[in-house]
């Protein structure tokens, strides 16, 4: 009998499996807190590979190709916190709500996702306890800890888009994706369209929802902090210098974005 052991989340990670949440730079000064919920496709061993082929797992149904590449080097550059979150987003989406459908999704675009199919309401629970919670346990623990201390916070949530979705090629280089927040978004929109190789999505491809977003709406809008989504074209970022030129485009991007908050005492 497994079931009044489903908060042991050792069933599903065990001790060779990664854990879920990743930190840099977790005493950087910078006010921008990082976050970036498909950094990772790791899939827990006892899942294997969720009755995919490995081209499937690769692909940005399984994660965020690219971004973690830039997420890396964008909080060495700003000096920032980085909280990233392992595990493929098949496993648990961590930027859905968990009683949504899309959050262990049984099909992406359109692919079906043999290992989500028909899943037991304990197993995911199992999912949430050990990936999903521990993810956004750290990112309310971290920024309790900097409201307490007075530190100034800014959340900024990490997220590269596929150019071509369900056959619909997508012209924007970046986009910036909010909702509530009418402060930092106009800023960073504003500082992206003034540089003239870029084509900038306002609120698209995707819009921040309660329905179908989790770390902004949570973390962001719920405890009150300026926020935006970033994201960006995986094909930009598919390799190390492309990561390497976004990371620093962006990371000079903010720097001008903290200098006008500051300017206007939002800091
Ligand atoms: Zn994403």
Known sequence: MVLDRVGDTSLLLD?????????????????????CD????????????????????????????????????????????????????????????????????????????????????EAAELRR????????????????????????????SLHSFAPVYAGIARPWHIGTLYHRDTRLPPLVLKLLRAEPDLVVGDNEPYAVSDETDYTIPVHGEARGLMNTGIEIRQ??????????????RLARIFLETETMLRAQQLL
């Open 15 to 35: 001790s060779q499996d990664v854990p879920p949440v990743l930190e840099d730079n977790a005493a950087g000064r910078s006010p921008f807190l990082l976050t």
């Open 38 to 121: 498909h950094y990772g496709r790791s899939i827990p061993r006892i899942l294997g590979d969720l009755g995919l082929p490995a081209a499937e797992l690769t692909r940005h149904i399984a994660w965020d190709p690219g971004i973690a590449g830039v997420a890396e080097a964008l909080s060495k550059h700003l000096d920032a916190h980085l909280i990233a979150q392992r595990y493929s987003r098949l496993v648990i989406d961590c930027n859905r709500p968990p009683d949504a459908l899309s959050s262990i999704p049984r099909i992406s675009e359109a692919t079906l996702i043999p290992g989500n199919e028909g899943l037991a309401r």
């Open 129 to 156: 306890r050990a990936v999903f919670d521990p993810y956004h346990r750290r990112i309310g623990e971290v920024i309790d800890r900097r409201l307490r201390d007075t530190v100034p916070t800014v959340l900024v």
């Open 235 to 248: 094909d930009l970022i598919a390799d190390r210098d492309g990561q390497s030129q976004w990371a620093e």
